[in-house]
């Protein structure tokens, strides 16, 4: 079971959970979730680095997608609802996010994926009353949370989509 609260004062469909602790890297992180406003849920989109989705202030680098504005104008020119999970990084991200680790013994950013679709995702849909099998499906990131949507669809067939966002910026250091 996932607890959620609100996000922020300003959204009234955008909550977050509590941390979640990935064990193997010692850290922890929460999912955002943000659901349509009296829309059936057309589309689900999974986000990697979520906190750069909504607001400027919460933001790592001061500046965010602005993704709530751009969904709801979207919403309201046509008849789509979407669905948002996003997961937020922690300060352990080169290991949980690199899908390209230098020892392939051990691939913390396949266990995170693995961990999203097979433990949190289900309880996220279940608490949301999400019809998954009927949505369209989304998966986003920038820079390192780039690499994990493409790494993402390439572990999971829950996350095949028709759509991908990814603006992944190849920043890793061969040693």
Do not use: W
Not at 25 to 42: A, G, H, L, M, Y
């Amino acid at each position: 079971m996932l607890l959620f609260s609100k996000y922020e004062n300003d959204f009234d469909n955008i909550f977050i959970s509590q941390p979640v602790v990935d064990i193997d890297i010692e850290d922890s992180n929460c999912f955002i979730v943000r659901f349509p406003k009296f829309r059936r849920i057309t589309h689900f989109i999974l986000s990697f680095d979520a906190e750069n989705l909504f607001l400027d202030s919460k933001s790592a680098f001061g500046y965010s997608f602005n993704l709530e504005e751009l969904l709801l104008k979207h919403e309201n020119n046509s008849e789509n609802g979407y669905f948002v999970m996003g997961v937020t990084s922690n300060k352990n991200r080169k290991k949980q996010y690199n899908p390209y680790p230098p020892s392939r013994n051990n691939n913390h950013a396949i266990s995170h994926i693995q961990s999203i679709v097979e433990q949190y995702l289900p309880i996220v849909l279940a608490d949301y009353d999400v019809e998954f099998s009927s949505t369209k499906r989304i998966v986003m990131g920038s820079s390192m949370g780039g690499l994990m949507s493409i790494r993402s669809e390439e572990h999971t067939s829950e996350l095949q989509s028709q759509f991908r966002i990814s603006y992944a910026v190849f920043c890793l250091k061969k040693k």
